[in-house]
């Protein structure tokens, strides 16, 4: 699997991924976050953008059941998927 973060850009910003991802970190940290929210703070869209499910269990594996399931919570992916499933449309 290749690595979560790799210094990619987002098209319409300068400013490299892992910037943005520390700055999140940073936020959470000074808003009184503990280090499993710094953590997904990092990690918040690795799910997402970087193997989907496969990504999330490898986060539980490094990281822990609490650390996955708010990279999992702010995973649009997965609230997608879970909202068809409750639709029946799966």
Known sequence: ????????????????????????????????????????????DSAEDQGGAARLEDVRNRFGERVARIVEACSYHFHIRVMWQYRGRT
Do not use: N
Request: proline share 7%.
């Open 1 to 44: 699997m290749r690595p979560t973060f790799t210094g990619d850009r987002f098209a319409k910003e300068p400013t490299p991924l892992t910037w943005r991802i520390l700055a999140v970190a940073a936020t959470v940290l000074e808003y009184g976050g503990d280090e499993d929210l710094a953590i997904a703070g990092l990690l918040h």
